[in-house]
């Protein structure tokens, strides 16, 4: 049987708000790098990825192209524009994906540190369960809270979800024709609200999300 | 009203083994220094803490009390043998604690980087309720497994509990007076155990626990 189509739909929206930056963290640099080139580097150096589609904020698609000029940025990728929202902007992004069969690999764009082995595992999963999405175990207690109490929860039945979620291109694209629900939280969410299984796999630890100067100095430190 | 008296049990039980070392992951060196030289002097510059009570695997006091001296480290405590267990190791510490109306702050050895803010402020909700807790919100989506599936949960209402806990003593002692019981996973569940509500209050996200070489990383840099 040959292989779906794989795609890699990487969704940068955010501001630099949470990082005190005027510049969307995005664009903020790791070993004078913009984040968001590692991340699509690491999808680039991945042989069975046939095709990168950048969801960008349409007021920063202009510095991005001037910012790939600067670094000298060679990775083939189709840049479309996001909406107000994440929902809004995978939304969009999946409009750039005809394929129903193909695989698509939708990734913060501020995740430059995820393994390939991790896409890799996701993308086979997808392939044979319709979605996969990576998950790692918190080290912490975990409580939940109800009203103004809160109570221990079984850690070992809590996980933490990374991306990249992989999808069939024709479910993902199902899910998001579902209006927006305010549990919708991640694109498993939405795939899962029209009563599919969500299939897990492990994630890598170091696969953080850079949201805060904090996660920008770990991620440096990570990627020496 | 006089303030209760206030003592930090530092409860160090950890191997190397997750970290690959040989060493006890709390003597590995973090700028020159064992971790948990770094995470007794951030109490002893609490000039509201009274006293701090370390836990040691028997194995381990020896090779502390080089360290001690091999370090010149001066920070007055009291070192007391822990057990096979952390439930044990937590026991064994309290019985170096005999006033029942001082608070007890429990802390992770390997969590060398709590803000003396979140210190403060879980003694003082701790002489108010009587116990308290530092938690931040996940940064991820969270799922709950169930079986073979699993299921988004409401984020807002996922907390990942760090340390210190801090109790009454009166209120701890009698929580570990319980057998042992799979789900006490923190000390704040052996007090839950017995009815108490749990107080929580706002945790600092750079207090991570040092259990992996990764973190040992991340620590380095946090602490620069």
Same mark, same amino acid.
């Not at 795609?7 to 984040?35: C, D, T």
């Not at 809160?150 to 998001?176: H, N």
């Given at each position: 049987?040959?292989?779906?189509?794989?795609?890699?739909l990487? *969704?940068?929206?955010g501001s630099?708000?949470? &990082?005190g930056a005027? *510049? !969307?963290?995005?664009?903020?640099?790791?070993?004078? &790098? $913009?984040?968001? &080139?590692h991340?699509?580097?690491?999808?680039a150096?991945? +042989?069975?990825?046939?095709?990168?589609?950048l969801?960008? !904020?349409?007021?920063?698609?202009?510095?991005?192209?001037?910012?790939c000029?600067?670094?000298?940025?060679?990775?083939k990728h189709t840049?479309?524009?996001?909406?107000e929202?994440r929902?809004?902007s995978v939304?969009?992004?999946? &409009?750039?994906?005809?394929n +129903?069969n193909?695989l *698509?690999?939708?990734? %913060?764009?501020v995740? !430059?540190l995820?393994? %390939?082995?991790?896409?890799?595992?996701?993308f086979?999963?997808?392939?044979?369960?319709?979605?996969? @999405?990576?998950? /790692?175990?918190?080290?912490e207690?975990?409580r939940?809270?109800?009203?103004?109490?809160?109570?221990?929860?079984?850690? %070992?039945?809590?996980?933490l979800v990374?991306? !990249?979620?992989?999808?069939?291109?024709?479910?993902?694209?199902?899910?998001y024709?579902t209006?927006?629900q $305010?549990?919708f939280?991640?694109?498993?969410?939405?795939?899962e609200f029209m009563?599919e299984?969500i299939? *897990?796999? %492990?994630?890598?630890?170091?696969n /953080?999300?850079?949201?805060?100067?904090?996660?920008?100095? @770990?991620?440096?430190?990570?990627?020496k």
């Amino acid at each position: 049987m040959m292989s779906a189509k794989r795609f890699a739909l990487i *969704v940068a929206g955010g501001s630099g708000s949470r &990082m005190g930056a005027e *510049v !969307p963290k995005q664009f903020l640099l790791i070993q004078g &790098m $913009p984040i968001l &080139m590692h991340t699509l580097n690491v999808f680039a150096n991945i +042989p069975s990825v046939n095709e990168i589609v950048l969801v960008l !904020p349409e007021s920063q698609i202009v510095q991005w192209k001037s910012l790939c000029i600067k670094y000298h940025f060679a990775v083939k990728h189709t840049v479309t524009k996001g909406g107000e929202t994440r929902y809004q902007s995978v939304k969009n992004g999946l &409009m750039q994906i005809s394929n +129903p069969n193909a695989l *698509v690999a939708i990734h %913060d764009g501020v995740r !430059p540190l995820v393994s %390939d082995e991790v896409i890799e595992n996701c993308f086979l999963a997808a392939e044979k369960y319709g979605n996969a @999405i990576p998950v /790692i175990k918190p080290v912490e207690s975990v409580r939940i809270q109800e009203g103004d109490n809160s109570f221990i929860a079984d850690r %070992d039945k809590v996980l933490l979800v990374q991306t !990249p979620q992989v999808f069939k291109v024709s479910i993902i694209k199902k899910g998001y024709e579902t209006p927006y629900q $305010p549990s919708f939280t991640d694109d498993a969410s939405v795939v899962e609200f029209m009563g599919e299984k969500i299939h *897990v796999v %492990d994630g890598n630890r170091e696969n /953080i999300k850079i949201t805060t100067p904090l996660d920008l100095r @770990i991620a440096e430190t990570l990627m020496k």
